[in-house]
């Protein structure tokens, strides 16, 4: 989400993934994800319906140029996460570690927000 955020926010496309190096230990991860998340709710209460229909240039990791609206590269980020938190709890499942559910609908309900 950083590598997003900072293309759609900053107009600045990093060339590398965070490395390992930079998040040695479980807290110094978690302090970096909420700070992540603040960060990216903030740009995204910002927003205004103009900027949302504009687009973003920006080059991948891998040097690929590109240009996107901006709501699709952040819907892209939403259903990118989707994947990867199905994809983490396939293999905690196989390790016997199952996160449970992870269905949108399950979370709302235990929001309470239906």
């Excluded at 110094?28 to 949302?52: K, N």
């Excluded at 140029?65 to 293999?91: C, D, K």
Aim: aromatic share 8%; charged share 25%; proline share 4%.
């Amino acid at each position: 989400e950083w590598v997003w955020r900072m293309r759609c926010q900053e107009r600045v496309s990093p060339s590398t993934l965070l490395s390992e190096k930079e998040l040695p230990t479980l807290e110094i991860l978690c302090s970096r994800w909420q700070a992540e998340e603040q960060a990216m709710r903030s740009f995204l209460m910002g927003l205004s319906d103009e900027e949302l229909a504009g687009t973003v240039q920006y080059t991948t990791t891998r040097g690929v140029p590109h240009e996107n609206v901006l709501w699709h590269l952040l819907l892209h980020v939403v259903n990118h996460g989707t994947q990867f938190r199905g994809e983490a709890g396939i293999l905690l499942a196989e390790y016997g570690h199952s996160p449970g559910d992870l269905d949108l609908i399950a979370f709302l309900r235990e929001r309470g927000d239906i």
